[in-house]
C-alpha cells in the first residue's frame, strides 16, 4: 500500500513538472508579446521616418498634386513615429500581477481592431477629398494630393493593424491561452477565457 502511494505521488509530481514544463511561464511569454509589439512599433516608426523625410525634401520640390502628396504624408506621419514611438515604450513594461497580464495582452488586441476601423475612414476621406476636388477647381490640386496620401497612408495602417493582431492573435493562442487554461483549472474543472 505505502509503495502504491509513493509511485502515485511520485507519477503525480512527474506529470506536474511536466505539464509545467510545457506551459511557458507568464514573464516569459509576456517578454516575447512584448517584442512581438516592440518590433511592429519599430516597422511603423521606420514608415513614418521615410514618409517624413521624402515629404520633407519631395514637398518643397515638387508642384501640383505631388507637392500637396508629399506634403500630407509629412505631417501624417509625424502623428505616426509619435504613435510608435509611445507604442515602443508601453510594449516594454513588467507584469506583476495576473489582472496586469490579461490587461497587456487584451489592450493592444482591441486597440488593433479599433485602429483598423479607424483606418476604413482615413481612406473614406481620402477618396472623399478627391471626389471633392471634382467639384472646387481652385483647389483641385491641394485636395487630390492630400486625398492620394491620406489612400495611401489608411492603407498602410489598414495593412499593419490587421498584421499586427494576427500576429498578436496567433502568438496568444499558441503560448498565452495554455496559461490561462492551467491557471482556471481545478481538480478537472476548468473554467477558460477567451480572447
Known amino acids: 500500500m505505502k509503495r502504491a502511494l509513493i509511485l502515485t505521488a511520485i507519477l503525480f509530481l512527474t506529470l506536474l513538472a511536466y505539464s509545467q514544463n510545457q506551459i511557458t511561464p507568464p514573464h516569459e511569454f509576456m517578454k516575447k508579446l512584448g517584442n512581438i509589439n516592440q518590433s511592429g512599433m519599430l516597422v511603423l516608426g521606420s514608415w513614418g521616418l521615410a514618409n517624413m523625410a521624402a515629404g520633407g525634401i519631395l514637398s518643397f520640390t515638387q508642384q501640383g498634386?505631388?507637392?500637396?502628396?508629399?506634403?500630407?504624408?509629412?505631417a501624417w506621419n509625424t502623428v505616426n513615429v509619435a504613435?510608435?514611438?509611445f507604442g515602443y515604450w508601453g510594449a516594454s513594461n513588467d507584469w506583476s500581477s495576473t489582472s496586469e497580464i490579461i490587461k497587456?495582452?487584451?489592450?493592444p488586441q482591441k486597440a488593433y481592431l479599433f485602429n483598423a476601423g479607424l483606418d476604413v475612414g482615413y481612406i473614406?476621406?481620402?477618396?472623399y477629398l478627391k471626389e471633392l476636388a471634382k467639384?472646387?477647381?481652385?483647389?483641385?490640386?491641394?485636395l487630390t494630393g492630400?486625398?492620394?496620401s491620406i489612400i495611401l497612408q489608411g492603407a498602410f495602417l489598414f495593412a499593419f493593424d490587421l498584421a499586427?493582431?494576427?500576429?498578436?492573435?496567433?502568438y496568444i493562442n499558441i503560448n498565452v491561452q495554455p496559461w490561462f487554461n492551467s491557471l482556471y483549472s481545478i481538480s478537472g474543472l476548468s473554467l477558460s477565457y477567451s480572447f
Not at 467639384?135 to 491641394?142: D, E, G, M, S
Open 65 to 74: 498634386t505631388s507637392k500637396y502628396f508629399w506634403q500630407m504624408n509629412m
Open 83 to 85: 504613435i510608435a514611438a
Open 104 to 107: 497587456a495582452i487584451d489592450s
Open 124 to 127: 473614406m476621406t481620402g477618396f
Open 135 to 142: 467639384r472646387k477647381p481652385a483647389h483641385a490640386n491641394r
Open 146 to 148: 492630400y486625398g492620394n
Open 164 to 170: 499586427m493582431y494576427s500576429i498578436n492573435q496567433q
